[in-house]
């Protein structure tokens, strides 16, 4: 058994989330803020094989990010092995750690905790969280709970949104 850090309940080892409060059970550090220049990421995602970016890095290796197709405006997702993407709710106990709602995720058919990214040695997967409307690679529907890898240039959609991986991962 685990006990959630916010409430104390007792969950199963393996549980993602409290029962009790919501609150993430997966231990995680907070997200670094950083500026990534357009030029910089219109060149990596282009590229076939990717130069090696400037600046920080995850301890497995890898630079991601995140395009959202309607914009063109990049997230970027470093310092960590695993990110949640959804969409937050006024009042929602649990929120997702890559926050889509500025992107109009609600209208797009985003759900609260859509999918999971995991970055391991050597390889980059996308996970669906049973969503409600389900989760695409590259036009292909996810089972739900199942990793699928995901490369450089690989169009999720979740829901209706688009967003296309950018990454480099150390072979």
Avoid: W
């Avoid at 030029?39 to 282009?46: F, G, I, Q, S, T």
């Avoid at 197709?69 to 695993?82: A, H, K, P, T, Y």
């Avoid at 926050?99 to 391991?120: F, I, K, T």
């Avoid at 036009?139 to 699928?148: C, E, I, M, V």
């Amino acid at each position: 058994m685990i006990e959630c850090p916010t409430c104390k309940h007792q969950e199963f080892v393996g549980t993602m989330f409290c029962s009790e409060c919501g609150a993430r059970l997966v231990h995680v550090s907070p997200l670094p803020t950083m500026t990534i220049p357009r030029d910089h990421v219109n060149e990596v995602a282009m590229a076939t094989k990717p130069a090696a970016p400037e600046g920080p890095e995850l301890e497995s290796g890898a630079l991601l990010g995140l395009r959202v197709i309607s914009s063109g405006e990049v997230i970027s997702l470093l310092g960590r092995d695993n990110y949640t993407l959804g969409r937050s709710a006024e009042g929602q106990a649990v929120v997702p750690d890559v926050d889509l709602s500025p992107y109009d995720a609600y209208e797009q058919g985003v759900s609260r905790m859509h999918a999971e990214l995991r970055v391991e040695r050597d390889s980059v997967y996308v996970l669906d969280l049973e969503s409600a409307n389900g989760t695409l690679v590259n036009g292909k529907r996810l089972q739900a709970q199942k990793p699928h890898p995901v490369r450089h240039g690989d169009i999720i959609q979740l829901g209706r949104m688009r967003l296309q991986l950018i990454s480099r991962v150390r072979n």
